[in-house]
């Protein structure tokens, strides 16, 4: 792992959206992997204001709420279109797990069928939740899983469920990459800032084991970190 440590999170936004950048720009032909939330928000606001080209014609999504409408505002769908292909003025393919094309009960195999056909991802942006998810795999997921449907754990449901109107309409559910399908990227960028998430980081980096999500990528080629926490 290479781990680059900044002074706040301004800053690591600034320098995970050059890596993502010189990342994606270097393998244009190869798609590219994205991540939401409040992060990324400002990741994605860089990349406008580095007035970002991008050259890939498709992106995934981690994952995306289980049966969420796509024009709902708290849909990742929607959040990615308004502020990574909108706001990049990008006109590619935006693939979610469960939406559009792969709304249906197969969905989530031919999710992962068309990232195997035009994948490997030259990159893909990751958080990681203050219980360690990642994506949406939640604590004690099988590190050999792969794009599915799952149950989100109550932490999480609390956490996010703010964002949300009404928060007893927060979904229960989600599709998301599996921990196996993420490891398939060239490069991984876990991008993880603010004293909520310094536990959860330090706990998967410091004592790996079957409740850190995390622990199924530690290992890969090129995992590269930028934080602003100790670990």
Do not use: C
């Amino acid at each position: 792992m290479i781990a680059h440590h900044v002074k706040n999170a301004v800053e690591g936004q600034m320098l995970a959206a050059t890596l993502f950048m010189q990342a994606s720009n270097a393998k244009p032909d190869k798609p590219v992997g994205l991540a939401t939330g409040g992060t990324m928000d400002g990741v994605y606001q860089q990349l406008v204001a580095n007035s970002f080209k991008p050259g890939f014609k498709h992106a995934f999504a981690l994952d995306e709420y289980d049966g969420i409408s796509p024009g709902s505002k708290n849909s990742y769908l929607h959040e990615l279109t308004e502020k990574f292909s909108k706001a990049l003025d990008w006109s590619g393919q935006l693939h979610v797990p469960g939406q559009g094309l792969y709304a249906h009960e197969a969905g989530n195999q031919e999710f992962e069928e068309a990232l195997a056909d035009l994948g490997p991802l030259s990159v893909q942006l990751l958080g990681i939740g203050t219980n360690g998810h990642i994506a949406f795999n939640e604590p004690g997921s099988d590190f050999a899983s792969r794009t599915r449907r799952v149950e989100l754990h109550q932490e999480t449901v609390s956490a996010n469920s703010i964002y949300f109107d009404d928060p007893q309409s927060m979904p229960t559910h989600a599709n998301t990459q599996g921990l196996a399908t993420i490891a398939q990227a060239d490069m991984l960028l876990l991008v993880v800032l603010g004293e909520h998430k310094q536990a959860a980081l330090t706990k998967s980096i410091r004592h790996p084991d079957q409740s850190t999500p995390l622990a199924a990528l530690l290992e890969h080629p090129k995992l590269v970190l930028v934080t602003d926490q100790e670990f």
